[in-house]
């Protein structure tokens, strides 16, 4: 007989530059011309043949128990016709999982998107809509060679964005 998962209910955020940073970066709209600054994505795609597509995903509620990482690229996401989103992170670090107390959720307005650091764990997107088509930024082989996918639940934990 297994133990029942201990559920870690994690409160969302809403999303700023500062809060943020430690996973990646906030990218909102800028005037047209404005010269290339740290306010970019700054990118690292240079391992392999960049992909950006749009990815159709459903709802899958708002608990999860994987957790993944890319160590080899940054990534890029946005959710399209305006809708808002949550995500779960926790910084890069050497270490084989994330610590429970490091994962962290934000709350992502329409009108913006995400750069991930590489190495970032992240859980999401997360939505209350039946469907939303996110566009995606990151290697056309990330998710074959370079998604390192740890089960919380080897631990006993799943966590619930409130």
């Not at 909102?28 to 159709?56: C, E």
């Not at 899958?60 to 994987?66: H, I, P």
């Not at 999401?124 to 740890?150: K, M, Q, W």
Request: aromatic share 10%; net charge negative; charged share 20%.
């Amino acid at each position: 007989m297994t133990s029942p998962l201990a559920v870690k209910p994690l409160q969302a955020q809403w999303i700023t530059p500062e809060n943020f940073s430690p996973y990646g970066q906030l990218i909102t709209a800028s005037q047209d011309g404005k010269t290339f600054d740290q306010t970019d994505a700054q990118l690292v795609l240079d391992r392999g043949i960049p992909r950006f597509y749009i990815m159709r995903l459903h709802q899958r509620g708002r608990s999860f128990s994987r957790i993944t990482r890319h160590q080899h690229c940054t990534q890029c996401l946005g959710s399209l016709e305006g809708q808002e989103w949550l995500i779960a992170v926790a910084p890069a670090s050497a270490l084989a999982a994330p610590e429970m107390e490091a994962i962290v959720a934000f709350r992502i307005p329409g009108n913006c998107f995400i750069k991930l650091n590489m190495g970032t764990w992240h859980a999401g997107p997360y939505f209350e809509a039946e469907s939303i088509d996110f566009y995606n930024l990151e290697l056309s082989d990330t998710n074959i060679t370079d998604h390192d996918t740890v089960d919380l639940s080897q631990f006993g934990w799943q966590v619930e964005i409130v």
